[in-house]
């Protein structure tokens, strides 16, 4: 089944301890992505990967890393997590073709920092 | 910077009403626009996307058009059933860089039976 996955699905964790939110898909899709998801505040990208060792700021960069090592891995690593960065995160991937881009979200991670 | 904004935050419609959701954004040098659904607690559905160039997609019960001179799309959807319930979101991408996505707040739509 063509899919995008994320683990874990649930954490709680404490302020500063690092962590990492794992991401992959089976579409063999180029591009990948990481939004947030808040209250009042809707779904705003955090990084972008066009390709494997390509990545970009989306709008809410700051407190957050990825990296590309592989077509189908996108992790994101929260270095010291802070309460801030409570929230819903999904992930999501696309072919990079002309008739481009159309996304396919994963289940999503709700993360609490204590 | 791009804005996009979904009117109204919220909707109510009895069962078999035909209806539409409406998406404004305000730069309109637009690479795609994606329509999605949220079911409560979980991730997006794609529902259509639509390219720059076209001017609507359907697909089933539902017909999403675009006007890029005006900055606008809609999503219409016939017949509504109860199971249409959830919150649409949409989202474009800027033909300047395909990568970055901005999205709208939604439309919670609440279909009675």
């Known amino acids: 089944e063509a899919q995008v996955t994320q683990n874990p699905r649930y954490l709680i964790t404490v302020t500063g301890k690092k962590l990492t939110v794992t991401c992959s898909q089976n579409?063999?899709?180029?591009?990948m992505s990481w939004y947030r998801q808040d209250p009042g505040l809707g779904l705003r990208q955090i990084y972008y990967?066009?390709?494997?060792?390509?990545?970009d700021k989306g709008d809410v960069p700051e407190g957050y890393k990825v990296s590309r090592k592989e077509k189908r891995n996108f992790p994101l690593i929260l270095e010291s997590p802070s309460p801030n960065q409570t929230s819903l995160y999904f992930c999501?991937?696309?072919?990079?073709?002309?008739?481009?881009?159309?996304?396919?979200f994963g289940p999503g991670t709700r993360l609490t920092v204590l | 910077k791009q804005e996009v904004t979904q009117i109204p935050a919220a909707l109510s419609v009895p069962e078999g009403e035909n209806l539409v959701l409406n998406c404004s954004f305000t730069?309109?040098?637009?690479?795609?626009l994606q329509w999605f659904r949220q079911d409560p607690g979980k991730g997006l559905t794609s529902l259509l996307l639509?390219?720059?160039?076209?001017r609507e997609q359907t697909s089933g019960r539902l017909n999403a058009s675009l006007d890029k001179s005006s900055g606008r799309s809609t999503l219409y959807i016939a017949a509504s059933q109860p199971g249409d319930s959830a919150t649409y979101l949409c989202?474009?991408?800027?033909?300047?860089?395909?990568?970055?996505?901005?999205f709208g707040d939604g439309t919670t739509l609440t279909v009675k039976p």
């Open positions: 989202a474009v991408k800027p033909n300047t860089n395909a990568g970055k996505s901005t």
């Open positions: 999501a991937s696309s072919l990079v073709d002309r008739v481009g881009y159309e996304q396919f």
């Open positions: 579409m063999n899709h180029e591009y």
């Open positions: 639509i390219q720059s160039s076209q």
């Open positions: 990967s066009m390709n494997v060792e390509v990545t």
């Open positions: 730069d309109s040098a637009i690479y795609n």
